[in-house]
Nanobody, 123 residues
Framework: VQLQASGGGLVQAGESLRLSCVAS????????MAWYRQVPGKEREFVAR????????VYAESVKGRFTIWRANTDNTLYLQMNNLKSEDTAIYYC?????????????????WGQGTQVTVSS
């Protein structure tokens, strides 16, 4: 499975961005998918997860009400709509996929990772 993330950029605080992550390869082996983010010197942080079976979404407290995650099966793409962006949202954003659904927010629970896309929010 290969994951290709895109959509990052430089925006001002309060603006929006939409990230995309296209999955290719043996996509039928994928269960849940998620977005993580990381800033230099810090651990990778959970942002949001799309639960494949049931369609439930799970969010980090810091992004609830501002970010929306969804998965479009028609084009094998995971999206993250980010509204009302804040300077603290600045990070490299990674998409991830796991073979078997798990409620863990640990990055180690995911089997596949995209290359990351930079999001920079200026205040």
């Amino acid at each position: 499975v290969q994951l290709q993330a895109s959509g990052g950029g430089l925006v001002q605080a309060g603006e929006s961005l939409r990230l995309s992550c296209v999955a290719s390869g043996n996509i039928f082996s994928i269960d849940d998918m998620a977005w993580y983010r990381q800033v230099p010197g810090k651990e990778r942080e959970f942002v949001a997860r799309n639960v494949w079976r049931g369609g439930k979404s799970v969010y980090a407290e810091s992004v609830k009400g501002r970010f929306t995650i969804w998965r479009a099966n028609t084009d094998n793409t995971l999206y993250l709509q980010m509204n009302n962006l804040k300077s603290e949202d600045t990070a490299i954003y990674y998409c991830a996929a796991m073979k078997y659904s798990s409620s863990s927010v640990m990055a180690s629970a995911y089997d596949y990772w995209g290359q990351g896309t930079q999001v920079t929010v200026s205040s």
